[in-house]
């Protein structure tokens, strides 16, 4: 149980251009859902917090106009690279947490892999 | 900034021995923690967690250690194998997660 799926897995675009990622809690209604972003050989950095049916919450330095985050449903969260550069180029990884559940585990993702070209 | 932190960015470990991988933190108030495993390309998989009010920890070939005083988090792995190979990380926060930097555990057949 509490698997967490991300879509694409890579993918790969042209400058300029906006890229959508979906991140879905597969056997489990997510209240929050966590964005991430890592760099080759570095820690994952929060990039913003998601609640459904609210507007997420970006960490200091995150381009909240660059970045577009939905969570419109329990199961589903999106995030869009708008414009994207070949500094965005990155591995993303979303976490959900359980609805109704007093557990702080947060449940990850495998990750999409951008690249920017 | 980041609130935890790493003692070594790399661990070379021969099979069948212990590892031990030390994390320090900062924050004197954090009251959960939990390491993770994350292997080439993947996201991170969840290996254990221990809450502020425990100092020790056991799972399946692992065992958390928590020091408080000196605020430092311990992961230690039994009997490693080459399946254990990865970057290992701590992390804090019952709602956000800080990551620590990482280490990296090769393990040598």
């Known amino acids: 149980g509490a698997v967490v799926s991300q879509h694409p897995s890579w993918v790969i675009c042209k400058s300029g251009t906006s890229v959508k990622i979906e991140c879905r809690s597969l056997?489990?209604?997510?209240?929050?859902m966590f964005w991430y972003r890592q760099f080759p050989k570095q820690s994952l950095m929060l990039m913003a917090t998601?609640?459904?049916?609210?507007?997420?919450?970006?960490e200091q330095g995150v381009e909240k106009d660059k970045f577009l985050i939905n969570h419109a449903s329990l199961t589903l969260s999106t995030l869009t690279v708008t414009s994207a550069h070949p500094e965005d180029s990155s591995f993303y990884i979303c976490s959900a947490r359980q609805r109704d559940v007093s557990s702080y585990e947060q449940y990850f993702g495998p990750g999409t892999r951008l690249t920017v070209t | 900034g980041e609130s935890v932190g790493l003692h070594l960015p790399t661990l070379s470990v021969q099979e069948g021995d212990n590892s031990i991988i030390n994390c320090a933190y900062s924050n004197s108030a954090s009251d959960y923690f939990i390491w993770y495993k994350q292997e080439s390309g993947k996201g991170p998989q969840f290996i254990i967690d221990i809450r502020s009010n425990m100092d020790k920890r056991q799972g399946q070939r692992v065992t958390v250690l928590l020091n408080k005083t000196v605020k430092h988090l311990s992961l230690q792995i039994a009997a490693t194998q080459p399946g254990d190979s990865a970057v290992y990380f701590c992390?804090?926060?019952?709602?956000?997660?800080?990551f620590g930097a990482g280490t990296t555990v090769t393990v040598r057949a």
């Open positions: 992390a804090e926060g019952d709602y956000k997660l800080s």
């Open positions: 056997d489990f209604q997510a209240t929050t």
């Open positions: 998601s609640n459904e049916g609210s507007k997420a919450t970006y």
